[in-house]
């Protein structure tokens, strides 16, 4: 590959008019033949032609004359979940979904409880313990892939895998700040079914300033891990004067 071309269909969105964070690196890590690692460099545009170009490093995506995204070949993510959830443990900390009350993108794609059932992933991770600093606290969350999120071999898609561990693994820095997705790279240990229900979790792995470093994982009911994935999470700085 030198250059190719990709788009982010407006279904896969985060904020409204940007696509998801998650999605856009799985679909800028399949032009890869290896596992590798997402840096986004600016909010990828929606519906939108951008042009990924081969580097030295691995491939830069771009959107006319600013830099989207960078993808590099790298290890996979060394992260073990801090516990293993039963399907009725994740449902009670889904409860504590703080974007059931205020969610800043309602409808983003994995965690917008404006999404119907089909369309969204519908994944809503919230607090094991409601009484724990966000920042160290771990989330939780059900869900039951459908099929129309398969690939060819009949599990879920690889870009959809992507997606679920994105948003999980950002809600113990959402609260309070303006954060952003930075970087995002995972592992896949096994086919990830339709039609199962599974088990999402995320917690916070440190911080140094404005950076806050966070982790994801995909369980089956029997506490299998699927896939995990490493997170890099930046606080935008607030704007003079706003």
Same mark, same amino acid.
């Given at each position: 590959?030198?250059?190719? #071309?990709l #788009?982010?269909?407006? &279904?896969?969105n985060?904020p409204?008019d940007?696509?998801h964070?998650g999605?856009?690196?799985? *679909?800028?890590?399949a032009?890869?033949?290896?596992?590798?690692?997402?840096?986004l460099h600016?909010?990828?545009?929606?519906? #939108?032609p951008?042009?990924a170009? =081969?580097? =030295?490093?691995?491939?830069?995506?771009?959107?006319?004359?600013?830099?989207v995204? /960078?993808? /590099?070949?790298?290890?996979?993510?060394d992260?073990?979940?801090?516990?293993? +959830?039963?399907p009725?443990?994740?449902?009670?900390?889904e409860?504590?979904?703080?974007g059931?009350e205020?969610?800043a993108?309602?409808?983003?794609f994995?965690?917008?409880?404006q999404?119907?059932?089909?369309?969204?992933l %519908?994944?809503?991770? $919230?607090?094991?313990?409601?009484?724990?600093p966000?920042?160290t606290?771990?989330?939780?969350? &059900?869900?039951?892939?459908?099929? *129309?999120?398969?690939?060819?071999?009949g =599990?879920?898609?690889p870009?959809f895998?992507?997606?679920? +561990?994105?948003?999980?693994?950002?809600?113990?820095?959402?609260?309070?700040r303006?954060?952003?997705l930075a970087?995002? %790279?995972? &592992?896949?240990?096994?086919?990830v079914?339709?039609?199962?229900?599974?088990?999402?979790?995320?917690?916070?792995?440190?911080?140094? &300033?404005?950076?806050?470093?966070a982790?994801?994982a995909?369980?089956?009911a029997? $506490?299998?891990?699927?896939?995990?994935?490493?997170t890099l999470w930046?606080e935008?700085?607030?704007r003079?004067?706003?």
């Amino acid at each position: 590959m030198s250059t190719t #071309t990709l #788009t982010i269909p407006s &279904r896969f969105n985060g904020p409204p008019d940007s696509g998801h964070g998650g999605y856009s690196c799985g *679909t800028i890590a399949a032009l890869l033949d290896t596992p590798a690692a997402v840096d986004l460099h600016a909010p990828p545009p929606l519906d #939108t032609p951008l042009t990924a170009v =081969a580097t =030295a490093e691995g491939l830069e995506v771009w959107d006319r004359d600013v830099l989207v995204a /960078r993808a /590099r070949p790298s290890t996979p993510p060394d992260v073990v979940p801090p516990t293993s +959830l039963t399907p009725e443990e994740a449902s009670a900390a889904e409860a504590n979904f703080v974007g059931f009350e205020h969610h800043a993108f309602p409808t983003c794609f994995v965690c917008g409880p404006q999404r119907e059932p089909g369309d969204g992933l %519908r994944i809503f991770p $919230g607090r094991m313990d409601p009484s724990e600093p966000a920042d160290t606290a771990t989330v939780a969350s &059900r869900w039951t892939p459908d099929a *129309t999120l398969a690939g060819d071999d009949g =599990a879920v898609a690889p870009v959809f895998v992507w997606s679920a +561990l994105d948003c999980p693994s950002g809600y113990m820095v959402f609260e309070g700040r303006r954060t952003v997705l930075a970087s995002l %790279r995972i &592992r896949q240990d096994a086919p990830v079914p339709t039609g199962e229900e599974l088990i999402v979790l995320g917690w916070g792995r440190g911080s140094e &300033r404005r950076k806050f470093y966070a982790a994801s994982a995909l369980q089956d009911a029997r $506490g299998e891990v699927l896939a995990v994935a490493d997170t890099l999470w930046i606080e935008l700085q607030a704007r003079v004067g706003a």
